[in-house]
């Protein structure tokens, strides 16, 4: 059963296409990761799933619906939430409120403010925010802050994930707690795309992997098997080596 | 809980300043008469007002020669900023705490209207130099306590059309600013100039301050009317006469009738034979308004372009005449004293005041005409005052 | 603790008695302050209803637009159709809350200077066309009936009821869900939709409420002041005036907006009793001198200078014995 | 009816050159734009009326001054509010606009002038009409200074700078080009033009302390419907908006009224349908 | 000239970062006269921060000397001028002007680099000849490989003595990567020092003499290009393998 169905997705931007012709099915309770060198279209296609873009043709399909036309609050109410690659924390606000906003609006249960109160801090104890609630987000350093964009998509309880780089710039001890804390989330229920570039934990993480180049889809499949794809390899060392080594 | 604390503390604030002011209280006593004055200094008006002011004090260092009923009278000028709600306080402010015995000064309609609406909670002898709009004056039809010298807005277009007839023009066209003072003029213009007999051939509005008034100049020109009724403000005087002369618009007589001219409007040559309806003109060859000339100069150093100055001036001369011959500044008897004022002042006409179309105590009724020649205003009509010859047609180009 | 809470709860009672019974006192003596109360008391209305837009980042120039249509509305209602003041002035409200939805539905894509200068020329659109049609009195102006018969105190409480209308929606969207909202949308409404927040709801809301007490403050001031005209109800100088309270009281609070509008207001009318003539120009160099070197208000003062002054309590924890 | 619209652009266009080289190269909305014209026609009017140096004459030494005098004022203010919010930089020109307005009623009073120069109401018949002589010149010296501008910053290497760090500071500041000294030098151009605009305001009619708030709404409008910034369309812009406003006024009953309206309603549709301007 | 000259770029103790999220920590670096050295690392490893603090873009704390002179107090533009040319992240190419107009920019500011434009022009047309052809265009209007190319050339007006470069194949088709690497290449045998910054890691530890590794804002590894490309925390940072 898939969750979210790309169908044909073609998105531009003056005459450059960002994302092109995109087909792709990403089933309920997998970790699937969509990776490619920078500027593939990657961020663009969570654009898209997210609602923050209109696709210029194709569609998208979360749960057998279309939502290829829902606003982006409406997407978030149905279970899709997200994380954003360039930290987009809100300033005025402390770690334990920015986390609220999830909890608040992005279902469509009505909290009241102590319940809201109550599952944020959860949620940050869970993500080990716990001890920076009162903290205004301008103190906070890279890895919390990527810890607060992960507490702050799962205060929307989503029922698919999109993570953007979560672990870019992150220590390996880091990055190894990053792994188990979204194979935590999956644990729960949660379907999880995700883009990355630290290839290790890509490997540790994805059931499932597909391989973007200038906004087409140039792979799909294992790990292993994508990795010693010609063409991804091509893609990521560039021509001549991959000439070479083959 | 904090904010909203905060929140009340801003308002606490406010009942200190009130507390502050009730224990600053001082009482009213046979010290001087005083006299307040509520007029715009800063904003727009702001120049006609300060003109009012140095017209005010011209007065006052004269009243305060000899004193009044052996008192020396103080002027408490307050700013409104051309702004009703500081009109209001203002006028709160002079009579309870600066318990002031007259209120005088005034300009704009809306302020008039605002301090009006206090004084008829709390009547004071008002006498009042602002305000041409005919709403102001059905607003106070039934104060005794309101007198008012300025004329009305149907005193002006009759005066005007008055004055047109006495041309032999046979047909006008109108150029009018959009804001109050343009449109009014225009509300007025039809049943007067039906009743002088002249036609109207065209009325076209412009913005007052726009840099170029072709389109309507031409426009105006178009109707071939005897005279262009242009009612707009100061600087607008000049695209006016140096654009009608571009697009080649010269009717037998351009009448112009801004609250001032511009500085240095005197050389320009292509504002030649234009006239003007106003009040009073520095060219006045009344005696006293040569006399009140002559001192302004003197103690400012400049010549009164506004009429306000000499408008000014007469009412705080009036008002501490009034005083002395009521013998006490009891209103009643100042309204009394007031209302048998007769005074041949720099304004050049007698000043008395009548009942008009709604109020009961009005002031100057008529305008005078002039034209620009060769630099000076020459008085042109009503031909009792004339002190030369109105050139009609305009010899323009010649 | 909940003997602080009873204790400023006491406060303020104490203080909201003080406010609604002074004015009777204070219109004994001096009537002169209950006067500049109401000015006051009119341009904290307006100071915090434009934070409330602003709450959501909507930077609006076009404050006058509700007021004026606020006060247009009334007057005309009650002067030509003869409706009694106090319909005249809800019809006011709603007719300002209208027009607010609409220019806010319109405005939705635009930021920052956009916004700015679309909601400035749509204030002064408004203005034009009063001023041209016949039937709101054109440029001439319309004289208002007046409010409680002109009884000053009576209309004081209005205004002061309004304000602590607004002061009570005003804490309570600071305390409730919307603040979130409000924050969210202010500080990324991409990312605000993500998280599920209707930016286009939220943001028209916004509009709506501010528009409300600005329109209804427009029609109070009609029947107050009892004339209105384009050149003063639909005044760019309100518009500039409403937003320039909050930045000196500062934004996005309750307090900020109503502590800057009397500071403001109180400190204009002492230099225009003082200076006279040339007072604009201490005001204009002052509001310069705010922007520059205290950019975040009144407010911001005071958290630095409550920041610098270590509570007793703290000291202790923090302060280090002299000898280690 | 065309011709007047379009001799009234020159004006415009050069009042709202100015403004959008400070909002393009600084990303300052100047809101006491109009008070440096202001000033600069003052300073018209006083060399004219104290040494007879003809307004034209005076350009190069208005020009200076207020360029010196623009220049003061963004190293004094608008330096410092560079990465300040928005609001915050609005708010700042709208205390200068009201800091300066005053400063020159108390200098030189509220009172209009008006400097009598010789040509003023002079007029030139070009085939069926008659077009204003300081009309044509004030045009002529517009559209000349625009195009010079254009021609600045097209040709010399100041002006390209200029043009590099209103497309990309970052850019610029990486091939040496010290943005800073830039942003004076585009504040002080951007004051001087307002300046010199002023001086032609001398020549054709009267100057007050109150006449800067009309050409700053009126650059506004010419910067929106140009695209925020975009200086090379800004000579377009004051055609549509010289035209419609000339349009309106001559074939509307009473338009000299509506003219206004027009004007704040092109801005606002403009805005709804095409916020990045019509001309780029 | 001592021996200290042999080294044209000493970064020693370095931290940077944007508001109070410091991305670099101690970063200690060299890059000799005539070197291409190549700096690699996963995204958000540093690698552009590290290039925009040497050019005070950022600013840094720390020791940044160019010939042997210290520049970290220096502002962005004066350090352009001294001979360092940055070709940033994204290009920062200006879209309304044209490609001459760029080139003649590039050139404008620095000491020396206007009087030899006509020159320098013709060694950079020589180099990327798509350039000459594209002389009269916008270059917003271009393609990606053309803007690349476009911001190296840009960089080259100055006459620098050394270039840094950030992600010149970033969005580039493999035949344009190849292209802008033989140029890089042929730049660096003309006699210009270059610091590249690349995710191509192959390709650029192949040409480079000598590599750094970023890692968390950290150098952890550092030595000759091919040596670096053998190294299993190499391998294993790129592709998992």
């Given at each position: 059963m898939s969750l979210l169905v790309l169908d044909t997705l073609t998105k531009s931007f003056g005459g450059l296409s960002a994302v092109d012709d995109l087909s792709l099915a990403v089933r309920a309770g997998e970790i699937f990761a969509l990776i490619g060198p920078n500027g593939a279209g990657k961020s663009t296609t969570f654009n898209l799933i997210s609602g923050l873009l209109a696709p210029d043709r194709g569609r998208i399909f979360f749960d057998g619906a279309d939502?290829?036309?829902?606003?982006p609050h409406s997407r978030a109410h149905l279970g899709v939430g997200r994380t954003f690659q360039l930290m987009q924390p809100f300033h005025a606000m402390t770690v334990r409120e920015n986390v609220m906003v999830g909890e608040l609006f992005g279902h469509t249960v009505l909290k009241s403010l102590p319940a809201a109160r109550r599952d944020a801090e959860e949620i940050c104890e869970s993500v080990g925010l716990g001890h920076l609630l009162d903290r205004g987000v301008t103190a906070l350093g890279l890895a919390d802050l990527k810890r607060l964009e992960i507490a702050r998509a799962l205060a929307t309880h989503p029922r698919l994930l999109l993570l953007d780089e979560v672990m870019a710039g992150l220590t390996p001890t880091e990055a190894r707690q990053a792994v188990a804390s979204i194979q935590g989330i999956r644990a729960r229920g949660v379907t999880i795309l995700l883009i990355d570039h630290v290839m290790s934990s890509v490997r540790d993480l994805a059931e499932r992997v597909a391989v973007l180049n200038f906004g087409r889809k140039i792979a799909e499949g294992t790990f292993e098997t994508v990795a010693h794809d010609p063409a991804v390899i091509e893609a990521y060392l560039g021509q001549d080596e991959a000439d070479g080594s083959h | 809980m904090n904010r909203v604390l905060r929140g009340v503390l801003g308002l606490l604030l406010l009942a200190a300043l009130a507390f502050a002011g009730t224990s600053q209280q001082v009482l009213a006593q046979a010290g001087p008469i005083k006299i307040g004055a509520i007029i715009p200094l800063t904003g727009p008006s702001g120049p006609s007002g300060q003109a009012m002011q140095k017209g005010y004090q011209l007065a006052l260092d004269e009243i305060n020669r000899q004193g009044v009923l052996g008192r020396k009278v103080e002027l408490i000028v307050e700013d409104d900023r051309g702004d009703p709600p500081t009109g209001a306080a203002a006028f709160l402010k002079l009579v309870t705490r600066d318990r002031i015995d007259v209120l005088v000064g005034g300009l704009q309609s809306s302020v008039s209207i605002a301090v009006a609406s206090q004084a008829r909670q709390r009547p004071i002898l008002m006498a009042w130099t602002g305000a041409a709009s005919p709403l102001v004056e059905q607003l106070l039809a039934e104060a005794d306590w309101f007198f008012h010298y300025h004329p009305w807005q149907y005193n002006n277009a009759d005066s005007t059309w008055s004055f047109i007839r006495s041309t032999g023009a046979k047909t006008a066209t109108l150029a009018i600013e959009d804001g109050p003072f343009g449109s009014s003029a225009a509300d007025e213009a039809p049943a007067f100039a039906r009743n002088y007999g002249i036609a109207i051939a065209s009325t076209e509005t412009f913005k007052t301050g726009a840099p170029d008034l072709t389109p309507m100049l031409t426009k105006a020109k178009a109707t071939n009317a005897d005279v262009l009724v242009f009612v707009g403000f100061d600087q607008d005087v000049i695209p006016m006469a140096t654009q009608a002369r571009q697009v080649g618009f010269s009717p037998k007589l351009i009448l112009a009738a801004p609250p001032g001219w511009p500085v240095g409007y005197e050389k320009l040559a292509a504002g030649n034979y234009v006239a003007g309806m106003a009040l009073w003109t520095a060219e006045n060859a009344a005696p006293a308004s040569r006399r009140f000339v002559q001192r302004y100069r003197e103690k400012f150093n400049e010549d009164p372009t506004f009429y306000w100055a000499p408008l000014a001036y007469t009412n705080l001369i009036t008002v501490a005449d009034a005083i002395r011959r009521a013998g006490s500044t009891d209103l009643n008897a100042l309204v009394a004293a007031m209302k048998a004022t007769s005074y041949e002042g720099p304004i050049g006409v007698p000043l008395t005041f009548k009942r008009s179309i709604y109020g009961k105590n009005q002031g100057f009724t008529r305008l005078i005409a002039f034209q620009w020649q060769n630099g000076k205003q020459v008085?042109?009509?009503?031909?009792?005052?004339?002190g030369g010859k109105l050139l009609y047609p305009a010899p323009y180009g010649r | 603790m909940t003997g602080r809470a009873l204790v400023r709860g006491g406060l303020l009672l104490a203080v909201l008695a003080a406010v609604v019974v002074l004015p009777l006192w204070v219109n004994r003596t001096q009537p002169y302050y209950l006067q500049l109360s109401i000015n006051v008391l009119i341009f904290a209305t307006l100071a915090l209803s434009w934070d409330i837009l602003a709450r959501t980042g909507q930077l609006s120039l076009a404050h006058a637009a509700f007021y004026g249509l606020g006060a247009y509305t009334s007057v005309l209602l009650t002067t030509r159709a003869g409706l009694p003041i106090v319909a005249g002035m809800a019809a006011g409200a709603v007719v300002a809350v209208v027009a607010a939805v609409l220019l806010g539905v319109l405005t939705l894509r635009l930021r920052g200077i956009y916004f700015a200068i679309a909601t400035l020329a749509f204030s002064e659109t408004l203005r034009v066309i009063t001023n041209q049609v016949r039937f709101t009195g054109a440029a001439t102006g319309l004289v208002a009936p007046p409010l409680l018969g002109g009884h000053r105190p009576s209309q004081y409480l209005v205004i002061l009821t309004i304000l602590l209308a607004l002061t009570l929606v005003s804490w309570w969207v600071n305390r409730s869900r919307w603040h979130f909202a409000f924050t969210a949308i202010r500080a990324n409404e991409e990312v605000a939709a993500v998280m599920g927040v209707d930016v286009v709801r939220f943001k028209v809301l916004a509009f709506a409420i501010s528009a409300l007490f600005a329109g209804i403050t427009g029609a109070f001031y009609a029947h107050v002041f009892l004339f209105i005209s384009p050149l003063e109800a639909y005044s760019l100088a309100v518009s500039v005036g409403a937003l320039v309270a909050p930045i000196f009281g500062g934004l996005y609070t309750t307090a900020g907006p109503l502590v800057g509008a009397v500071v403001l207001r109180a400190g204009e009318e002492v230099l225009r009793s003082t200076v006279q003539r040339g007072y604009p120009i201490i005001y204009g160099f002052l509001l310069a001198a705010v922007i520059l070197y205290m950019p975040g208000g009144l407010a911001g003062v005071w958290a630095s200078l409550a920041a610098r002054i270590p509570r007793p309590a703290r000291r202790g924890a923090r302060g280090e014995p002299a000898g280690s | 009816m065309l011709i007047f619209g379009v001799l009234r652009s020159g004006l415009y266009s050069l009042t709202s050159v100015g403004l959008a080289l400070s909002v393009g190269v600084i990303g300052i909305v100047n809101f006491a734009h109009g008070e440096f014209l202001m000033l600069g026609a003052f300073l018209g009017y006083w060399l004219f009326v104290s040494y007879g140096v003809d307004p034209l004459a005076a350009i190069p030494i208005g020009a200076a001054a207020i360029f010196l005098l623009g220049g003061a004022v963004y190293q004094l203010s608008i330096r410092r509010v560079l990465r300040a919010p928005e609001l915050n930089q609005m708010l700042l020109t709208f205390g200068l606009s009201i800091f300066l307005q005053n400063l020159a009623i108390i200098l030189w009073t509220g009172d209009p002038r008006v400097a009598?120069?010789?040509?003023?109401?002079e007029a030139l018949a070009v085939g069926p009409f008659t077009l204003g002589v300081p009309q044509l010149v004030v045009f002529g010296l517009a559209m000349a200074l625009t195009i010079g501008l254009y021609a600045v910053l097209g040709g010399t290497r100041v002006g390209k700078a200029m043009r590099a760090v209103a497309q990309n500071r970052l850019g610029a500041s990486l091939l040496g080009i010290d943005v800073d000294r830039i942003y004076l030098l585009a504040f002080g151009l951007s004051t001087a033009l307002a300046g010199i605009a002023g001086m032609m305001i001398t020549l054709q009619l009267s100057v007050s302390p109150f006449i800067g708030l009309l050409y700053t709404l009126k650059a506004f409008a010419i910067m929106v419907i140009a695209g925020l910034g975009n200086i090379n369309g800004v000579i377009y812009a004051s055609l549509v908006l010289g035209l419609s406003e000339a349009f309106v006024e001559f074939y509307v009953p009473q338009g000299g009224g509506w003219a206004e309206g027009v004007f704040f309603f092109l801005i606002l549709v403009v805005l709804l349908v095409r916020p990045r301007g019509l001309f780029r | 000239m001592g021996p200290t000259d042999r080294v044209l770029l000493r970064v020693e103790r370095l931290r940077a970062g944007y508001g109070r999220v410091?991305?670099?920590?101690?970063v200690d670096l060299h890059v000799d006269r005539g070197e291409i050295v190549c700096l690699v690392g996963a995204n958000g490893a540093g690698k552009t921060t590290l290039l925009r603090a040497i050019t005070g873009v950022i600013p840094p704390r720390g020791a940044v000397a160019f010939e042997g002179s210290r520049i970290d107090a220096r502002g962005t533009a004066a350090i352009a001028r001294l001979g360092i040319a940055h070709v940033p992240e994204g290009r920062q190419l200006f879209p309304g002007m044209t490609v001459r107009e760029h080139l003649e920019l590039g050139a404008a500011f620095v000491p020396g680099a206007w009087d030899h434009r006509g020159e320098t022009l013709e060694r950079v047309y020589t180099l990327f000849p798509r350039l000459r052809e594209r002389e009269r265009q916008a270059a917003g209007t271009m393609s990606g490989g053309e803007q690349q190319m476009l911001a190296v050339a840009r960089s080259l007006m100055a006459r620098p003595k050394m270039l840094l470069v950030d992600e010149p194949s970033l969005g580039l088709a493999p035949v344009l990567v190849q292209a802008v690497f033989a140029a890089l290449r042929e730049i660096n045998r003309q006699g210009v020092t270059i610091l590249l910054v690349e995710q191509n890691v192959r390709q650029t530890l192949l040409m480079a003499q000598r590599g750094y590794v970023l890692e968390n804002g950290r150098i952890v590894l550092e030595g000759p290009g091919p040596a670096l490309l053998a190294n299993d925390h190499v391998k294993a940072a790129y592709l998992g393998l």
């Amino acid at each position: 059963m898939s969750l979210l169905v790309l169908d044909t997705l073609t998105k531009s931007f003056g005459g450059l296409s960002a994302v092109d012709d995109l087909s792709l099915a990403v089933r309920a309770g997998e970790i699937f990761a969509l990776i490619g060198p920078n500027g593939a279209g990657k961020s663009t296609t969570f654009n898209l799933i997210s609602g923050l873009l209109a696709p210029d043709r194709g569609r998208i399909f979360f749960d057998g619906a279309d939502i290829t036309r829902t606003p982006p609050h409406s997407r978030a109410h149905l279970g899709v939430g997200r994380t954003f690659q360039l930290m987009q924390p809100f300033h005025a606000m402390t770690v334990r409120e920015n986390v609220m906003v999830g909890e608040l609006f992005g279902h469509t249960v009505l909290k009241s403010l102590p319940a809201a109160r109550r599952d944020a801090e959860e949620i940050c104890e869970s993500v080990g925010l716990g001890h920076l609630l009162d903290r205004g987000v301008t103190a906070l350093g890279l890895a919390d802050l990527k810890r607060l964009e992960i507490a702050r998509a799962l205060a929307t309880h989503p029922r698919l994930l999109l993570l953007d780089e979560v672990m870019a710039g992150l220590t390996p001890t880091e990055a190894r707690q990053a792994v188990a804390s979204i194979q935590g989330i999956r644990a729960r229920g949660v379907t999880i795309l995700l883009i990355d570039h630290v290839m290790s934990s890509v490997r540790d993480l994805a059931e499932r992997v597909a391989v973007l180049n200038f906004g087409r889809k140039i792979a799909e499949g294992t790990f292993e098997t994508v990795a010693h794809d010609p063409a991804v390899i091509e893609a990521y060392l560039g021509q001549d080596e991959a000439d070479g080594s083959h | 809980m904090n904010r909203v604390l905060r929140g009340v503390l801003g308002l606490l604030l406010l009942a200190a300043l009130a507390f502050a002011g009730t224990s600053q209280q001082v009482l009213a006593q046979a010290g001087p008469i005083k006299i307040g004055a509520i007029i715009p200094l800063t904003g727009p008006s702001g120049p006609s007002g300060q003109a009012m002011q140095k017209g005010y004090q011209l007065a006052l260092d004269e009243i305060n020669r000899q004193g009044v009923l052996g008192r020396k009278v103080e002027l408490i000028v307050e700013d409104d900023r051309g702004d009703p709600p500081t009109g209001a306080a203002a006028f709160l402010k002079l009579v309870t705490r600066d318990r002031i015995d007259v209120l005088v000064g005034g300009l704009q309609s809306s302020v008039s209207i605002a301090v009006a609406s206090q004084a008829r909670q709390r009547p004071i002898l008002m006498a009042w130099t602002g305000a041409a709009s005919p709403l102001v004056e059905q607003l106070l039809a039934e104060a005794d306590w309101f007198f008012h010298y300025h004329p009305w807005q149907y005193n002006n277009a009759d005066s005007t059309w008055s004055f047109i007839r006495s041309t032999g023009a046979k047909t006008a066209t109108l150029a009018i600013e959009d804001g109050p003072f343009g449109s009014s003029a225009a509300d007025e213009a039809p049943a007067f100039a039906r009743n002088y007999g002249i036609a109207i051939a065209s009325t076209e509005t412009f913005k007052t301050g726009a840099p170029d008034l072709t389109p309507m100049l031409t426009k105006a020109k178009a109707t071939n009317a005897d005279v262009l009724v242009f009612v707009g403000f100061d600087q607008d005087v000049i695209p006016m006469a140096t654009q009608a002369r571009q697009v080649g618009f010269s009717p037998k007589l351009i009448l112009a009738a801004p609250p001032g001219w511009p500085v240095g409007y005197e050389k320009l040559a292509a504002g030649n034979y234009v006239a003007g309806m106003a009040l009073w003109t520095a060219e006045n060859a009344a005696p006293a308004s040569r006399r009140f000339v002559q001192r302004y100069r003197e103690k400012f150093n400049e010549d009164p372009t506004f009429y306000w100055a000499p408008l000014a001036y007469t009412n705080l001369i009036t008002v501490a005449d009034a005083i002395r011959r009521a013998g006490s500044t009891d209103l009643n008897a100042l309204v009394a004293a007031m209302k048998a004022t007769s005074y041949e002042g720099p304004i050049g006409v007698p000043l008395t005041f009548k009942r008009s179309i709604y109020g009961k105590n009005q002031g100057f009724t008529r305008l005078i005409a002039f034209q620009w020649q060769n630099g000076k205003q020459v008085v042109v009509w009503p031909s009792e005052i004339a002190g030369g010859k109105l050139l009609y047609p305009a010899p323009y180009g010649r | 603790m909940t003997g602080r809470a009873l204790v400023r709860g006491g406060l303020l009672l104490a203080v909201l008695a003080a406010v609604v019974v002074l004015p009777l006192w204070v219109n004994r003596t001096q009537p002169y302050y209950l006067q500049l109360s109401i000015n006051v008391l009119i341009f904290a209305t307006l100071a915090l209803s434009w934070d409330i837009l602003a709450r959501t980042g909507q930077l609006s120039l076009a404050h006058a637009a509700f007021y004026g249509l606020g006060a247009y509305t009334s007057v005309l209602l009650t002067t030509r159709a003869g409706l009694p003041i106090v319909a005249g002035m809800a019809a006011g409200a709603v007719v300002a809350v209208v027009a607010a939805v609409l220019l806010g539905v319109l405005t939705l894509r635009l930021r920052g200077i956009y916004f700015a200068i679309a909601t400035l020329a749509f204030s002064e659109t408004l203005r034009v066309i009063t001023n041209q049609v016949r039937f709101t009195g054109a440029a001439t102006g319309l004289v208002a009936p007046p409010l409680l018969g002109g009884h000053r105190p009576s209309q004081y409480l209005v205004i002061l009821t309004i304000l602590l209308a607004l002061t009570l929606v005003s804490w309570w969207v600071n305390r409730s869900r919307w603040h979130f909202a409000f924050t969210a949308i202010r500080a990324n409404e991409e990312v605000a939709a993500v998280m599920g927040v209707d930016v286009v709801r939220f943001k028209v809301l916004a509009f709506a409420i501010s528009a409300l007490f600005a329109g209804i403050t427009g029609a109070f001031y009609a029947h107050v002041f009892l004339f209105i005209s384009p050149l003063e109800a639909y005044s760019l100088a309100v518009s500039v005036g409403a937003l320039v309270a909050p930045i000196f009281g500062g934004l996005y609070t309750t307090a900020g907006p109503l502590v800057g509008a009397v500071v403001l207001r109180a400190g204009e009318e002492v230099l225009r009793s003082t200076v006279q003539r040339g007072y604009p120009i201490i005001y204009g160099f002052l509001l310069a001198a705010v922007i520059l070197y205290m950019p975040g208000g009144l407010a911001g003062v005071w958290a630095s200078l409550a920041a610098r002054i270590p509570r007793p309590a703290r000291r202790g924890a923090r302060g280090e014995p002299a000898g280690s | 009816m065309l011709i007047f619209g379009v001799l009234r652009s020159g004006l415009y266009s050069l009042t709202s050159v100015g403004l959008a080289l400070s909002v393009g190269v600084i990303g300052i909305v100047n809101f006491a734009h109009g008070e440096f014209l202001m000033l600069g026609a003052f300073l018209g009017y006083w060399l004219f009326v104290s040494y007879g140096v003809d307004p034209l004459a005076a350009i190069p030494i208005g020009a200076a001054a207020i360029f010196l005098l623009g220049g003061a004022v963004y190293q004094l203010s608008i330096r410092r509010v560079l990465r300040a919010p928005e609001l915050n930089q609005m708010l700042l020109t709208f205390g200068l606009s009201i800091f300066l307005q005053n400063l020159a009623i108390i200098l030189w009073t509220g009172d209009p002038r008006v400097a009598t120069v010789s040509y003023k109401a002079e007029a030139l018949a070009v085939g069926p009409f008659t077009l204003g002589v300081p009309q044509l010149v004030v045009f002529g010296l517009a559209m000349a200074l625009t195009i010079g501008l254009y021609a600045v910053l097209g040709g010399t290497r100041v002006g390209k700078a200029m043009r590099a760090v209103a497309q990309n500071r970052l850019g610029a500041s990486l091939l040496g080009i010290d943005v800073d000294r830039i942003y004076l030098l585009a504040f002080g151009l951007s004051t001087a033009l307002a300046g010199i605009a002023g001086m032609m305001i001398t020549l054709q009619l009267s100057v007050s302390p109150f006449i800067g708030l009309l050409y700053t709404l009126k650059a506004f409008a010419i910067m929106v419907i140009a695209g925020l910034g975009n200086i090379n369309g800004v000579i377009y812009a004051s055609l549509v908006l010289g035209l419609s406003e000339a349009f309106v006024e001559f074939y509307v009953p009473q338009g000299g009224g509506w003219a206004e309206g027009v004007f704040f309603f092109l801005i606002l549709v403009v805005l709804l349908v095409r916020p990045r301007g019509l001309f780029r | 000239m001592g021996p200290t000259d042999r080294v044209l770029l000493r970064v020693e103790r370095l931290r940077a970062g944007y508001g109070r999220v410091q991305v670099l920590w101690d970063v200690d670096l060299h890059v000799d006269r005539g070197e291409i050295v190549c700096l690699v690392g996963a995204n958000g490893a540093g690698k552009t921060t590290l290039l925009r603090a040497i050019t005070g873009v950022i600013p840094p704390r720390g020791a940044v000397a160019f010939e042997g002179s210290r520049i970290d107090a220096r502002g962005t533009a004066a350090i352009a001028r001294l001979g360092i040319a940055h070709v940033p992240e994204g290009r920062q190419l200006f879209p309304g002007m044209t490609v001459r107009e760029h080139l003649e920019l590039g050139a404008a500011f620095v000491p020396g680099a206007w009087d030899h434009r006509g020159e320098t022009l013709e060694r950079v047309y020589t180099l990327f000849p798509r350039l000459r052809e594209r002389e009269r265009q916008a270059a917003g209007t271009m393609s990606g490989g053309e803007q690349q190319m476009l911001a190296v050339a840009r960089s080259l007006m100055a006459r620098p003595k050394m270039l840094l470069v950030d992600e010149p194949s970033l969005g580039l088709a493999p035949v344009l990567v190849q292209a802008v690497f033989a140029a890089l290449r042929e730049i660096n045998r003309q006699g210009v020092t270059i610091l590249l910054v690349e995710q191509n890691v192959r390709q650029t530890l192949l040409m480079a003499q000598r590599g750094y590794v970023l890692e968390n804002g950290r150098i952890v590894l550092e030595g000759p290009g091919p040596a670096l490309l053998a190294n299993d925390h190499v391998k294993a940072a790129y592709l998992g393998l």
